[in-house]
C-alpha cells in the first residue's frame, strides 16, 4: 500500500464554475483517485476555494456583499456542484479558515529564517478609479519578448516567460479596461533564482511528466527573478512578522497562501479525523507519491513555484537552512496539467455568456453524461471544443447505444428467462475469449489510468463494451429457446463481462457502475459517493464567519481493482434504461440558450 496525495486545483470562489473548470482538475483527478483506491492504495483526495484576493474584492463589490459573504455564498455554490458530479474528495475546504492562516504563517516563518523572503521596493499596480492594488493577472497587455497581445502580468501562455505587469506594453486592467498606475511600494518576495540548481535538478528526475509541462518548466528556470509574495489588500493572510502582522493594508499575495492549501487541507483532515499527525504520512514520508491536477494556465505555480517554497522550506535551496515546525516535506511526484476546454469554437468567458455552468449542466443531464464526455473527448493532451452536437452523439450512440444497451439487454434476457443469474453449463471457445478480454482490461486500463491517460483509458473500456456487445449479436441468446442449458450458458457469460466492465467503469462512471451493481442483484454501495458536511472553523484567526460547508466522503468500502465471479442464483428484476436518450432537438435548445 502506498499514500496517495491527489491534489486538485482551488476553484476561485468569485462565482460558479463552469464546465471547462471540472475538465480541467476535476473529473481527470477523480477518476486517477477513484482507480487507486481500488487498487488498495491510502488515497488523500484534498483541495478547496481559493477566497483571497482582488477578484473576490471586485465580485462582493458587483453583488453588495462584503468579500467574507462573496467566498462564502460561492464556496456553498461550489461545494453543491462538485458533490452532484461525485468527485470523490477526503476534503474539500476553504482557504478562509484559521488553519490554513496558520499553516500559511508557518510556511511563510520557516521560508523567511531560512532566507528565502527578501523585502524589496517595487511598482504596483492600483485601479485609479478605485485605488485597489490590481492582481498581476488582471493585469494584460502586450509581452515585451513575443509581442503576444494578450500576456497577462505574470507570465506570457505564447512563449511562457515570467513577466511583472511593468513589462507588459500597453498594460491594461483586465476588470475594467483602464490603464492601471504604478506605484512604489515595500513588499516580500520569494528568492527564486536561490533554487534554480535545485529545480533543475529536481525536475531531471522527473522522466514520467507530460511533455507540456516539463518543457514549460524548464524553459522558466533560465529566467527566473524574485517573485512578490505580498500585496496592498485587507483581505487575505496577514503577514507574520513583527510591525507587518497587524497591518490593516498588507497581505500575502493570495497565489502564495493557496498553493499552500494542499498542506493546510491535509493538516484539516487530520485533524478533523482525529489523528492530528496522520498528515504526515502523505508529506513526509519518502515512499508516499502526490500527484497535482489543474488546468495548463496553472503549471507554472505547481511546477516551479510550488517546489520552490518547499525546497525553502526544507532548507535545499543555495542559501541552505533548517526544515521548520512542519518538518522536511516532499515535493510533488508529477504535475497533471490539462489543456483548454473550448466552448462551439469559442474561449469560456461568463462576462460574453459563452459558457455553461456545472450546475446548469447538471439540472438537464445526468452527472456521468457530462463525465463521460470529459474522459473521452477532454483538454488532456490538446485543447478540445465542447460541442452540443458531439455531447448529444457520444451521449446516444455511445453510452446509450453501446453500454447502456448491453446492460439493459442482457440483464433483461435474464430476467425474463430464469429470473436469475443463470448455472452456467460448460464454456465454449467463444465464451472464454469474451472473459479474457473483459479481464484483461483490468489490466489495460488501470495502466493507463495509473499514468493519468484517461482518454485512452476510457476507449479501451468502450472497446471491450463493443466485444461485448459483439458476443452478444453472434450468440444471439433470444434464439436459444430450445437449447435452455446453453442459453444459460450464454447469458451468464455476458452477465460476467457486465460486471467485470462495471468495475473498470466506476472510476470514469461512478453513479451508473452503481447502478448497474444494483441491476445485477448487488447490494449495498459500490461506488462511494463523497457528502456535505456543515462544520465549524477549527481555529480561529480565519475569516470564515460561522458554520460553513465541506466536502467529504467515506471510501473504506471501495470495491477491488479485479473481476469477482457472479454467484449463479442472484435474483435479477426486470432493469430500467441506466441513461437517458437525448433528443437531437437538444442541440439547438442549448445553441438558442448560449445565444439567449
Known sequence: MTHVLTALAWPYANGPRHIGHVAGFG????????YMRMRGHDVLMVSGTDEHGTPILVQADSEGLTAAEAAAKYNR?????????????????????????????????????????????????????????????????????????????????????????????????????????FVEEDHFFLDLPAFAEALHAWLDTRTGWRTNVLRFTKNLLDEM??????????????????????????RLYVWFDAVIGYLSATIEWARRSGDPDAWKQWWQDPEAVSYYFMGKDNIVFHSEIWPAMLLGANGEGAGGGEPGPLGKLNLPTEVVSSEFLTMEGKQFSSSRRVVIYVRDF??????????????????????????????????NDELVAGWGNLVNRSIAMAAKNFGAVPEPGELEDVDRELLATTRAAFDTVGELIGANKVRAGIGETMKAVAAANKYLADTAPWKMKEDPKRQGTVLYTVLQAVSDLKTVMSPF???????????????????????????ADLDEGGATDGPYPILTGDYSDTPKWESVPLVPGTVLEKPTPVFTKLEPSIVDEEIERLNA
Not at 482557504?95 to 508557518?106: D, I, R, S
Not at 447502478?515 to 457528502?531: D, I, K, N, S, T
Open 77 to 181: 455554490v461550489i461545494v453543491e456542484d462538485l458533490d452532484a458530479l461525485g468527485l470523490s474528495y477526503d476534503l474539500f475546504t476553504r482557504t478562509t479558515t484559521g488553519n490554513h492562516y496558520k499553516t500559511v504563517q508557518e510556511l511563510f516563518t520557516t521560508l523567511h529564517a531560512n532566507g528565502y523572503i527578501l523585502q524589496q521596493k517595487t511598482l504596483g499596480a492600483i485601479s485609479p478609479s478605485t485605488g485597489r492594488t490590481l492582481p498581476d493577472r488582471y493585469i494584460e497587455g502586450t509581452c515585451p519578448h513575443c509581442g503576444f497581445d494578450s500576456a497577462r502580468g505574470d507570465q506570457c501562455d505564447n512563449c511562457g516567460r515570467q513577466l511583472d505587469p511593468t513589462d507588459l506594453i500597453d498594460p491594461k486592467s483586465r476588470i475594467n479596461g483602464e490603464t492601471p498606475k
Open 27 to 34: 473529473v481527470p483527478a477523480d477518476v486517477f483517485a477513484r
Open 362 to 395: 447538471l439540472e438537464r443531464y445526468s452527472p456521468d453524461a457530462l463525465r463521460y464526455y470529459i474522459c473521452a473527448a477532454g483538454p488532456e493532451n490538446q485543447d478540445s471544443d465542447f460541442t452540443w452536437a458531439e455531447f448529444l452523439r457520444r451521449n
Open 225 to 250: 527573478h524574485p517573485r512578490p509574495i505580498s500585496r496592498d489588500l485587507d483581505w487575505g493572510v496577514p503577514i507574520p512578522l513583527e510591525g507587518w502582522v497587524d497591518r490593516p493594508d498588507k
Open 509 to 535: 462512471l461512478p453513479h451508473s457502475s452503481q447502478r448497474v451493481h444494483e441491476l445485477l442483484g448487488g447490494e449495498g454501495v459500490f461506488a462511494p459517493m463523497p457528502y456535505i458536511e456543515e462544520v
